[in-house]
């Protein structure tokens, strides 16, 4: 059974790096079948996809936040993690890691099928 | 800001059918699958339904996805109260964007 879990601090401070990991068991990140994605949820709204990483280091970013975005893969820890600079209040959310299903280069497709619980990063002096 | 609308709420009774609705545009829902996650209180989202109308293995049939142009629907029948939850569409629109949710009430 695949599992996801997200992990780092809970409390960041204004302009600085809002730092994550997820740690994936059950699965490798070295499959070249998945992107490996996060996606965040301010408290009381909407999902927000924040980017995605394939196991070759390739990205794909978010354009409003790609300026301050961040994602990378250690294969050899089976985990992958997101950077965030400059954070504002704005940037607090639940961070959720998840995996994809790469259907193909050009598929249109968002099958997200296993996630992590979620944590709550709150940004705050 | 969504690109994707859906109504803030809808709620149904006990054995009643419900359709949520999400509306797009020709860059996204009209040109792209539509993918359907449920999010129940507290936990991650959980995909529903994907490519439009297709449902995951464990997915009841309760749950019917569909899209006609830049809309689409997903409709609960027969809803139970463990179907109160948050439905989010999504879709591809050069990135992945999500609708705006819709919080479904079981009366």
């Known amino acids: 059974q695949v599992q996801l879990q997200e992990s780092g601090p809970g409390l960041v401070k204004p302009s600085e790096t809002l730092s994550l990991t997820c740690t994936v068991s059950?699965?490798?990140?070295?499959?070249?079948?998945?992107?490996w994605s996060w996606i965040r949820q301010p408290p009381g709204k909407g999902l927000e996809w924040i980017g995605y990483i394939y196991y070759s280091g390739s990205t794909n970013y978010n354009p409003s936040l790609k300026s301050r975005v961040t994602i990378s893969v250690d294969t050899s820890k089976n985990q992958f993690s997101l950077k965030l600079s400059s954070v504002t209040a704005a940037d607090t959310a639940v961070y959720y890691c998840a995996r994809e299903i790469l259907f193909g280069v050009d598929s249109s497709d968002l099958y997200f099928d296993y996630w992590g619980q979620g944590t709550l990063v709150t940004v705050s002096s | 800001q969504s690109v994707l609308t859906q109504p803030p709420s809808a709620s149904g009774t006990p054995g009643q059918r419900v359709t949520i609705s999400c509306s797009g545009s020709s860059s996204n829902i009209g040109s792209n699958y539509v993918y359907w996650y449920q999010q129940l209180p507290g936990t991650a989202p959980k995909l529903l339904i994907y490519?439009?109308?297709q449902r995951p293995s464990g997915v009841p049939d309760r749950f019917s996805g569909s899209k006609s142009g830049t809309s689409a629907s997903l409709a609960i029948s027969g809803l139970r109260s463990e179907d109160e939850a948050d439905y989010y569409c999504?879709?591809?629109?050069?990135?992945?964007?999500f609708g705006t949710g819709t919080k479904v009430t079981v009366l």
């Open positions: 999504a879709a591809w629109d050069d990135t992945p964007v």
């Open positions: 059950g699965g490798s990140v070295s499959s070249g079948s998945y992107y």
């Open positions: 490519r439009n109308n």
